[in-house]
């Protein structure tokens, strides 16, 4: 299931000179990043990824920083099969599905460097 407290945001710089030390949850991923993560825009969409299309990259390291993010996020995920009596690659045994837990607080919670 996707996660009930919204989808995965990157981690962006706050903007101004005052500020720029600072990190915040940003509104989507952009193409590169998730290019990076292998994941496809669409999919992106239906599995709690946000995705904003008109975002640039400036740095290689936050291009590398949030596609570590989006890696971590698909290596927690349990993606539920569409049709139960035929699974595709990629999908939870029914075991693992027993095992799932909704997620009811921030996706991978962002904190600022000490």
């Known amino acids: 299931p996707r996660p009930a407290s919204g ?17 915040r949850a940003g509104r989507g991923f952009s193409h590169d990043e998730l290019k990076s993560a292998g994941i496809y825009k669409k999919l992106a969409k239906t599995i709690g990824i946000s995705v904003d299309h008109r975002r640039r990259n400036k740095s290689s390291e936050s291009v590398q920083v949030n596609a570590q993010r989006l890696k971590l996020y698909k290596s927690k995920m349990i993606l539920f099969p569409r049709n139960k009596a035929a699974p595709k690659k990629g999908d939870a045994s029914a075991e693992e599905q027993k095992l799932a837990q909704q997620l009811t607080t921030d996706v991978l919670p962002i904190r600022n460097r000490p």
């Open 7 to 23: 989808p995965l945001r990157p981690v962006v710089h706050c903007p101004t000179v005052r500020y720029n030390s600072k990190i």
